[in-house]
């Protein structure tokens, strides 16, 4: 696949607009993808910054095309960030931060991966393949309990109980184990643009699940204190409600949803750059549809 031709970045002029505040600066792009945001800060910066880039699917790491000597790529989960610098002596050096928490073009086209809920496909739905824990073992094995709160939590489902019901009432005769598999189980009547969202939305709280996306974009975000210099940014891109929320009520300093890490509220104080939440035109998502659900936040470490 030519990665170029089918990788358009979400937000492009913007993310960089805001990311950017040294063009001599330590920059990271926590989800490198396909690397079209990280080819873009490249762009932007002088010859004495740096980037250093992550990715936890190890087929963004061979799918990579840069050659600058600015520019290092890593095998990891960004929750791992605050490690690797802290061995690098790095630790408080960022300039800014980059993250993308949507897919990359290529994991929902490659119809093994099991992301997609529009073609027969296999469930897996794993971002890291190393990982043993895939949609399968989500349906098949979880309680109804635990179905019902991602379901509700991941998913927004106001009838997440209904919704689990069924699901075990069908496991019970057979295992499920393609994305057909788990459509058939549900009859949504009404328009298809109704049907579309609430499969969104299922497989959007099972891949939430498999690959632990919340509890690890909150132990990211307790980490950007360490991370930072003073002034650094992060700049997060969210495709969901249950993100942003998370993103928006970390940088108004709201953070009794969240996990309480040591007692430490008291030490994380950033502002939002931006009050109102940046989505992406008209224009740009004629052009990349994929953009649509986009949203754009941007934190500054004051303290």
Do not use: W
Not at 208 to 222: A, M, R
Not at 227 to 237: A, E, K, N, S
Not at 249 to 263: C, G, T, V
């Amino acid at each position: 696949m030519d990665s170029k031709k089918y990788h358009i970045p979400v937000l492009l002029k913007e993310t960089i607009k805001y990311l950017i505040t040294d063009i001599n600066g330590i920059y990271i792009d926590a989800t490198f993808g396909l690397g079209g945001h990280s080819s873009a800060i490249l762009n932007k910066l002088s010859k004495n910054a740096t980037l250093i880039a992550f990715d936890q699917d190890k087929k963004s790491i061979e799918k990579n095309l840069i050659k600058d000597k600015r520019f290092y790529l890593f095998h990891n989960n960004f929750v791992y960030i605050k490690k690797f610098l802290s061995n690098n002596k790095l630790l408080g050096k960022i300039s800014g931060i980059l993250v993308d928490l949507g897919l990359s073009y290529f994991q929902i086209k490659d119809y093994k991966r099991g992301f997609s809920n529009q073609i027969h496909c296999t469930l897996d739905m794993r971002m890291n393949q190393e990982s043993c824990y895939s949609a399968q073992n989500v349906i098949n094995d979880l309680s109804e309990d635990k179905l019902i709160y991602i379901l509700r939590e991941y998913g927004d489902f106001k009838n997440a109980k209904k919704i689990a019901k069924k699901i075990l009432q069908y496991r019970n005769r057979k295992k499920i184990l393609t994305s057909s598999d788990l459509k058939n189980i549900f009859f949504i009547s009404g328009s298809f643009k109704r049907r579309k969202n609430f499969f969104s939305r299922l497989f959007q709280s099972i891949r939430i699940e498999v690959n632990d996306e919340i509890n690890l974009l909150k132990k990211f975000l307790f980490q950007l204190n360490e991370i930072l210099m003073l002034g650094g940014r992060i700049v997060i891109l969210s495709y969901h409600s249950v993100e942003d929320r998370l993103i928006k009520n970390f940088l108004k300093k709201r953070l009794s949803s969240m996990i309480n890490y040591n007692n430490n509220y008291d030490l994380f104080s950033f502002k939002m750059i931006n009050k109102k939440v940046i989505k992406p035109t008209i224009k740009e998502i004629n052009k990349n549809p994929r953009s649509r659900s986009a949203k754009l936040r941007i934190g500054e470490k004051i303290l």
